[in-house]
């Protein structure tokens, strides 16, 4: 004769029940990625007619908050050509960085590069950091175009808000932090997170003066 035991029976159950529910996982719909930073190479060609001062205050401007290497200036000239000459493109060159230099641009390398044929050409390249949202991490579908025909279970919630940040990040060098912790390393970080929190550009910060604690 057999006795049916309810409470073993409710336990069995039970624990099929757990086993069925552990099993069961889905990804997850959040971003965990953070901005990243990325190096590359920025190259730029232009007329050397074109070349003024405002051109030139473009570049300093756009050097100054993103290069991670010396400035590279070159200057084309054509060896036939009897207007522009090597000599005119070693003076052209010289001027540049003089004018450069005033603009807090010291770190320059000059080059002039014989092209048969060619229009007098300024390049100027540099290596440099950037910010970008984390890879794989598209912004939210009908945010930059009119298509929304993405499928909406591949975005991945908050990847729009790091790519809106990526691009307000003026001194992308910064998310490399110090190396070291110094007396004025606090009131550097201060300095650049009020500067984003106001939404205005960051100034060099000037050194500090001694002050009279503890002397």
């Keep these: 004769m057999k006795i049916f035991n309810k409470k073993s029976y409710l336990s069995i159950c039970a624990m099929g029940v757990l086993t069925a529910c552990a099993a069961q996982t889905s990804p997850s719909m959040m971003n965990n990625s953070s901005v990243e930073l990325v190096a590359e190479t920025s190259v730029e060609q232009i007329a050397l007619k074109d070349v003024n001062e405002n051109i030139l205050s473009s570049i300093a401007s756009h050097y100054q908050k993103n290069a991670d290497s010396p400035l590279s200036l070159s200057v084309t000239y054509d060896p036939k050509s009897k207007n522009f000459t090597a000599m005119k493109a070693v003076h052209a060159l010289s001027h540049m960085k003089k004018t450069l230099s005033q603009k807090g641009v010291t770190n320059v390398t000059t080059h002039t590069i014989p092209v048969v044929g060619g229009i007098p ?66 009131r550097r970080e201060s300095g650049a997170i009020e500067a984003y929190s106001a939404g205005e550009p960051n100034e060099p910060l000037q050194g500090l003066e001694r002050d009279n604690l503890g002397s």
Aim: proline share 8%; aromatic share 6%.
């Design 121 to 186: 050409t300024l390049m100027v390249s540099y290596d440099m950091l950037s910010a970008q949202a984390p890879s794989n991490c598209p912004v939210m579908p009908g945010i930059d175009s009119n298509d929304t025909t993405r499928f909406m279970g591949d975005y991945k919630f908050g990847c729009t808000t790091e790519t809106m940040l990526s691009k307000q990040i003026a001194t992308p060098s910064d998310l490399m932090g110090t190396s070291e912790m110094s007396p004025a390393s606090a």
